[in-house]
């Protein structure tokens, strides 16, 4: 048996204080920013096409969204 399963709140306190690693604090703005861009694109997509026939919206919104 471990100290964590006999006092399992004597070590969560750590556990959620834990600086996020080198890896996550590097990708994490990466990923943000790329999730900003996609998400403008998508918002300028939907402004741009707004009058358009609702079905060839859709299939046009999946066939960029899928990258065909």
Same mark, same amino acid.
């Not at 741009?48 to 026939?53: I, P, V």
């Given at each position: 048996?471990?100290?964590?399963? &006999? &006092? /399992? ?7 959620? $204080? =834990? @600086? /996020?690693s080198?890896?996550? @604090?590097?990708? +994490?703005?990466?990923? !943000?920013? @790329?999730? %900003? ?5 998508? !918002?300028?997509?939907? =402004? %741009?096409?707004?009058? *358009?026939? #609702?079905?060839? &919206?859709?299939? $046009?919104? *999946? #066939? @960029?969204?899928? +990258?065909?």
């Amino acid at each position: 048996m471990t100290l964590q399963s &006999f &006092f /399992p709140s004597v070590l969560a306190p750590a556990v959620a $204080e =834990r @600086r /996020p690693s080198w890896w996550a @604090r590097l990708i +994490g703005p990466i990923v !943000a920013d @790329r999730q %900003r861009k996609a998400d403008a694109y998508v !918002a300028d997509h939907l =402004r %741009r096409h707004a009058s *358009e026939h #609702r079905n060839q &919206f859709i299939l $046009e919104l *999946e #066939r @960029r969204l899928l +990258g065909q």
